[in-house]
């Protein structure tokens, strides 16, 4: 499989250059049909229009080409992180505070291993989220947290509505 860290080297200077900011790189799919996934988007909209995309594709499949740094065949898609986008970043639970949200968690936690609830922002390291049944707030470390996404609610689509609703947000092409 591929080293997702030297490919976040390759993609990153990319992104940056054209003022995106990299939510995620990724593979998935195994052997049978893999693919590349790069989410990023603008800082001041957190938002992504097919032009950025197509650019960002074609940036990327030159050095890709070039490297050549995945083995065997795969798929390279190019999307804005969407509306439930991933939170991977530290900063992410600051930036989404006040939303709900899913955490999958890389080791039991109170007894969890998944916790639903709002996010509370970070106090520290630490990722604060309340439940929504016992209204606990629990102290999630993040290093804790093996994946975390934004829940859809009413709220959510509300506060990211698109600046613009013209054009598709995700590129894809084989490889």
Do not use: N
């Given at each position: 499989?591929?080293?997702?860290?030297?490919?976040?080297?390759?993609?990153?200077?990319?992104?940056?250059?054209?003022?995106?900011?990299?939510?995620?790189?990724?593979?998935?799919?195994?052997?049978?049909?893999?693919?590349?996934?790069?989410?990023?988007?603008?800082?001041?909209?957190?938002?992504?229009?097919?032009?950025?995309?197509?650019?960002?594709?074609?940036?990327?499949?030159?050095?890709?080409?070039?490297?050549?740094?995945i083995e065997e065949a795969y798929r390279l898609e190019?999307?804005?992180?969407?509306?439930?986008?991933?939170?991977?970043?530290?900063?992410?639970?600051?930036?989404?505070?006040?939303?709900?949200?899913?955490?999958?968690?890389?080791?039991?936690?109170?007894?969890?291993?998944?916790?639903?609830?709002?996010?509370?922002?970070?106090?520290?390291?630490?990722?604060?989220?309340?439940?929504?049944?016992?209204?606990?707030?629990?102290?999630?470390?993040?290093?804790?947290?093996?994946?975390?996404?934004?829940?859809?609610?009413?709220?959510?689509?509300?506060?990211?509505?698109?600046?613009?609703?013209?054009?598709?947000?995700?590129?894809?092409?084989?490889?």
């Amino acid at each position: 499989m591929a080293d997702i860290a030297a490919l976040t080297k390759l993609i990153e200077p990319h992104a940056t250059a054209m003022g995106l900011r990299l939510v995620r790189v990724a593979m998935f799919g195994g052997k049978s049909d893999p693919t590349l996934q790069i989410m990023a988007e603008r800082p001041d909209t957190r938002q992504l229009v097919i032009e950025d995309c197509a650019e960002l594709s074609r940036r990327i499949s030159d050095t890709l080409d070039e490297v050549d740094p995945i083995e065997e065949a795969y798929r390279l898609e190019v999307s804005s992180p969407g509306i439930d986008r991933p939170l991977t970043r530290i900063s992410d639970y600051d930036d989404w505070a006040g939303f709900d949200a899913r955490l999958r968690l890389s080791e039991t936690i109170e007894g969890r291993k998944q916790v639903d609830g709002r996010i509370g922002g970070l106090d520290g390291d630490t990722v604060l989220i309340t439940t929504p049944k016992t209204r606990e707030t629990l102290r999630i470390p993040f290093t804790s947290i093996a994946s975390g996404k934004l829940l859809l609610t009413d709220a959510l689509i509300k506060a990211t509505a698109p600046l613009s609703t013209e054009g598709v947000d995700t590129i894809s092409q084989e490889r």
